[in-house]
Every structure is written in C-alpha cells, then in structure tokens.
C-alpha cells in the first residue's frame, strides 16, 4: 500500500517561515517525481513545486518562486517544501503527490490529473 503522510503545517505569521515534509512508503520513492499542490476552500488544487525523481529539476509556480524551496531526502523516503516570506494567499490546504510513471522525464509541473496517490493534506494558515 502506497501512503504520503504530510506533516508541518501550522497558523504563521505573514512573513513568517515553515517546512512542510511528505513521508512517502509503499514505492521505490527515488524513482518518482514528486510534487507539492494546494487548495483553498472554493478555489481549485493549484501546482506549487514539482522535483524530478533525480532531484536534478525543479518547477515552481509563479507566485511562490524565490519564496519557497522543493527537495527531496531519498535516503529517508522524505520530501520537503521550505516556504518563507509567507503571505496570506498562500493559506490553503498543502498536498504532495508522486508520479505514477517510475524515472518519467520530468520537463514541467503538470496539472493535477498527471499525478495518482495525494496525501491527506497539511493546513497552512498565514495571518495578516
């Protein structure tokens, strides 16, 4: 069974920092590309930060580029999304999710329907 567990979501400060972390079991999780989404109420599950299975590429969304960093700990089935100088359109529901194709090039980050298992979700809240 292939389960993504988020974790490290929490209310911040606008301007504030936090890490997100997704534990990933069930897969060989250095042969998929990851990535992180999100959804706030109302609106749809948006693409934030999408890594490559090597680690070697990485995509952000326009709203977030130079604000938050996607990595990956392959050695501990572990992904990570550091966000800072959080601002409160960021306040949403945070995913990640794998690639259903094990070692598929990785060239952008794709829309939802592109990826198959999502975690249950770490709420991030930003206050003004």
């Known amino acids: 069974q292939v389960q993504l567990v988020e974790s490290g979501g929490g209310l911040v400060q606008a301007g504030g920092s936090l890490m997100l972390s997704c534990t990933v079991s069930?897969?060989?999780?250095?042969?998929?590309?990851m990535g992180w989404f999100r959804q706030a109420p109302g609106k749809e599950r948006e693409g934030v930060s999408c890594i490559s299975w090597s680690g070697s590429n990485t995509y952000y969304a326009d709203s977030v580029k130079g604000r938050f960093t996607i990595s990956r700990d392959n050695a501990k089935n572990t992904l990570y999304l550091q966000m800072t100088s959080l601002k409160p359109e960021d306040t949403a529901m945070y995913y990640c999710?794998?690639?259903?194709?094990?070692?598929?090039?990785?060239?952008?980050?794709?829309?939802?329907?592109?990826?198959?298992?999502w975690g249950q979700g770490t709420q991030v809240t930003v206050s003004s």
């Open positions: 069930g897969l060989t999780f250095d042969d998929y590309n």
């Open positions: 999710t794998s690639d259903p194709n094990p070692k598929f090039l990785l060239r952008s980050c794709p829309a939802p329907r592109a990826w198959n298992y």
